[in-house]
């Protein structure tokens, strides 16, 4: 029904940037809120970044000032800009996005496959 693709993560040292996007796909109304969040192995998944429809962001204490999230709502994507990037942002990032399909009366909630973001000290 619907498919969240993401793209941008990989390797870099501490200090750098990198970029990630995510694009939503399939039998779309609208895509309500959309967001980043990350996981590393043994802890549970944790919220980096959201943004609603209307632009309104929310962060985590842990990367405020540091990320930027970001949506074109006319192609359904969202960015996560990360700067002054550090070991400890090293995770798996993944794309959510909460979406209202076409014919439907609630939303659902989606989820990418995740992209390996590996900081170097």
């Known amino acids: 029904q619907v498919q969240l693709v993401e793209s941008g993560g990989g390797n870099v040292q501490a200090g750098g940037s990198l970029r990630l996007s995510c694009t939503a796909s399939?039998?779309?109304?609208?895509?309500?809120?959309m967001g980043w969040y990350r996981q590393v192995p043994g802890k549970e998944r944790e919220s980096c970044a959201t943004i609603i429809k209307d632009d309104t962001t929310n962060y985590a204490n842990s990367v405020k000032g540091r990320f930027t999230i970001s949506r074109d709502n006319a192609k359904n994507t969202v960015y996560l800009e990360m700067n002054s990037l550090k070991a400890e942002d090293t995770a798996v990032y993944y794309c959510?996005?909460?979406?209202?399909?076409?014919?439907?009366?609630?939303?659902?909630?989606?989820w990418g496959q995740g992209t390996q973001v590996t900081v170097s000290p």
């Open positions: 959510y996005a909460n979406v209202l399909l076409i014919g439907r009366w609630r939303t659902n909630n989606y």
């Open positions: 399939g039998n779309i109304a609208s895509v309500n809120v």
